[in-house]
């Protein structure tokens, strides 16, 4: 099993930035691909980035350019760096993770083993 636990969400206007992070615990050493998926209100859940253990990443064409997604490696937390932030990036933002082998390509949110409860983003216009 693993736990996540995501911080970093808050307020922000339209052309701002903020820095999402997600610590791991449990069973980190079976991690392989680290993610970040999103749901806005009344909508459904929504890719937003990938990391796979080999480090390639991958992005939703919404945020491409945009957003960035890291990992450390020896503590396996992921972070989403958002820059240029639109109010419909407002959601509740995820990150997740897989324990199967993934070698490239944007997870789908069902196709994570566990995710966190979210950081609520909110940006103003």
């Known amino acids: 099993q693993v736990q996540l636990v995501e911080s970093g969400g808050g307020l922000v206007q339209a052309g701002g930035s903020l820095s999402l992070s997600c610590v791991t615990s449990g069973d980190i050493f079976s991690i392989n691909a680290m993610g970040w998926y999103r749901q806005a209100p009344g909508k459904q859940r929504e890719s937003v980035a990938t990391i796979t253990s080999a480090g390639s990443t991958d992005y939703a064409d919404s945020v491409k350019g945009r957003f960035t997604i890291s990992r450390d490696y020896a503590k396996n937390e992921v972070y989403l760096q958002l820059n240029s932030l639109k109010a419909e990036d407002t959601a509740v933002y995820y990150c997740?993770?897989?324990?199967?082998?993934w070698g490239t390509g944007l997870l789908r949110p069902s196709e994570y083993d566990y995710w966190g409860q979210g950081t609520q983003v909110t940006v103003s216009s």
């Open positions: 997740a993770v897989t324990l199967r082998p």
